[in-house]
């Protein structure tokens, strides 16, 4: 199965700042990855797919890049809601496995 | 609306069995992949299973093969999952989603755009 390894688990940082989290993968996933925000008790939703696609509604300050093995999801201008754990999945190859979570809390 | 709606988590011994239920309604359901993703409490995301549109293929994340079986009824707009010998670490909320398919380049990429709320399983003594 691909492993997923984001980095780093937990963030913290301040309304304004600017963010990158990243996604490792341990084989290459070509740009089959998407990315989520999950807020407490709350269902993720989608933010990124096909590695740098903005999902329609999503805010333009969220971005990602990468392919091959190597993806980053970065916040330009951080928000008071943005507050939230992120994840990344790749869709390569099955079992369509996520990242651990990046937790990004408030400074 | 385009919506999902889980039901038919709930308290279960070890060993014992679950069906859960997906009702999806504001999109053609017989169109598209659908998987379940569960979350054990304080825990990240894990991808469980996923089924085709007409339900002749499906996939399982190793942990649940032979245990859980995912089916679809596209005249109800209807995901299931059926739990079978279900184990302590079977408990989580378990996710419905929708797996959709944009074309890029003559190349379809997947992302799951849609989710229920979630239904709880617990399995215990």
């Known amino acids: 199965d691909i492993q997923l390894t984001q980095s780093p688990s937990f963030l913290s940082a301040s309304v304004g700042d600017r963010v990158t989290i990243t996604c490792r993968a341990s084989q290459g996933i070509s740009n089959f990855v998407a990315w989520y925000q999950q807020k407490p008790g709350k269902a993720p939703k989608l933010l990124i797919y096909a590695a740098s696609t903005l999902e329609s509604g999503v805010p333009s300050r969220f971005s990602g890049s990468g392919s091959g093995t190597e993806f980053t999801l970065t916040i330009s201008s951080l928000q008071p809601e943005d507050f939230a754990t992120y994840y990344c999945q790749q869709f390569n190859t099955g079992p369509h496995t996520f990242g651990q979570g990046t937790k990004l809390e408030i400074k | 609306e385009v919506q999902l709606v889980e039901s038919g988590g709930g308290l279960v011994q070890p060993g014992g069995s679950l069906r859960l239920s997906c009702a999806a309604s504001g999109f053609s359901f017989s169109s598209y992949w659908m998987s379940w993703v569960r979350q054990a409490p304080g825990k990240g995301l894990e991808w469980v299973a996923d089924i085709n549109q007409d339900g002749s293929e499906k996939y399982y994340v190793d942990s649940v093969k032979g245990r859980f079986t995912i089916s679809k009824d596209n005249t109800k707009n209807s995901l299931y999952l059926q739990m079978n010998s279900l184990r302590a670490e079977d408990t989580a909320v378990y996710y419905c989603?929708?797996?959709?398919?944009?074309?890029?380049?003559?190349?379809?990429?997947?992302?799951?755009?849609?989710w229920g709320q979630g239904t709880m399983v617990t399995v215990s003594s």
């Open positions: 989603t929708r797996e959709r398919g944009i074309k890029h380049s003559g190349i379809w990429y997947p992302s799951s755009d849609i």
